[in-house]
């Protein structure tokens, strides 16, 4: 069954050709690690991971590049004083260094608690600051760039006036973005608005600073992508992915740096993750609409009315296709939560179950089933219509278990393994003890609201024993400024 995807490049699902057979080079942009990944963000790079484990699973040698920024995004291009990771510095007395190292550790640990694969390369900003100098050097030389008080910015006239085409991805046309922008401070160094900064001098307070042909400075954030993409997958790759709102200008840079250097287009196929909404607006930290991944699932947030575990999180998103917009909510994270149950409770039931070929014959057809889920997953990464399938089996299964259905041994085997695949490999869901963990919490909430009374009736001798009781079991009471909380040793 050949592999259809959507690419943005020509607004059209195409029928994926590797450039190696069986090889797949994919390129996502990863986070700007200046503060704690929002779930919004979490919702793309979930998107990635199920693209990437499905071309696992069609059995593509998958390498898996991405990025952390760790310098470089302004949040515009004309004011230095704009570098995220200076200004967050400031704001928490850390050096710039600190907070990279801080976020990203955060950044993987919310990753995998929803259980993402790591890529296979995860390259960073600031260790690639070479490659970046060099690439600036050779638009410069190839008379696509030039220098300006110790800047160096992408000459996007000259780009188009080679016959190329600057907003052939995000299908803008030049003329009306040229009208569209305002000056901002700093473009007065630049020949037009719509160049873009390679590389940016540094102002005397600026901290994160490399030496450079041009000086004291810092690279541009869409030159990091190109030079750690032309790095690890060549200057001419299968995918690379992104958020919908990096489509312009970052991957229409992206697009225009590469085609300037090596004469071709550096990227077959576009891939783009639509957005995460909440109270139907777009999920952001710049506007306070945003929810933090681990808030949603300790229900330590005022948006939802209780705690939901990673996987029903991971069920919850993967229920909309990659290129819709999903909006999150109470009612809906409830309804994946009692859908993911029951997914969950028939795997149980099918891998308990014996072959029972002696009911009626069954209407369930397993090779049209297992067609239909693999027409899904290869029809532009389905995972919605996937999950519809995978619902028709999990009534056959209780079907099954009522003996109201058959299945042959051989059938049975090969739908314990396709579902197997599906739930865990592919959909990346885990089989969590989700009711032992939960009732375990319930009984500790008692014994801590039972210790609590004793000690306000200034019955220390029971608190204590409740507390030493319990550590003896290996689980540790801690009082905080939040109340109690426990610690499983
Ligand atoms: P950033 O760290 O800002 O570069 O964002 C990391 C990734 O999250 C990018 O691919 C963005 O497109 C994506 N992103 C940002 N906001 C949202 C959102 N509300 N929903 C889904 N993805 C988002
Ligand atoms: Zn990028």
Redesign the pocket.
Known sequence: MPLKLYNSLSGEKEIFKPIHENAVGLYV?GPTVYSNVHLGNVRTFMSFDFIYRTLMHLGYKVRYVRNITDAGHLTDDGDVENDRFVKQSRLEKLEPMEIVQKYTVDFHKVLETFNLLPPTIEPTATGHILEQIELAQKLIDKGFAYESNGSVYFDVLEYNSRGLNYGELSRRNIEELFANTRDLDGQNEKKNPQDFALWKAASPAHIMRWNSPWGEGFPGWHLE?TAMSTKYLGEKFDIHG?GMD?KFP?HEC?VAQGKACNGTEPVNYWLHANMLTMNGQRMSKSTGNYILPMELVSGENDFFEKPFHPSVVRFNFLQAHYRSVLDISSEAMAASEKGFQRLMEAVKVLNSLSPNISAESSVFNLNDWKEKCYEALTDDFNSPILISYLFEAVKFIFSLKERKESISAEDLEELKKLMTAFVFEVLGLQNIEENNNEKLNQALQVLIELRNQARKAKNFELSDQIRNRLLEDGIELKDGREGTTYLLN
């Open positions: 942009c992508c992104g990096l970052h992206e």
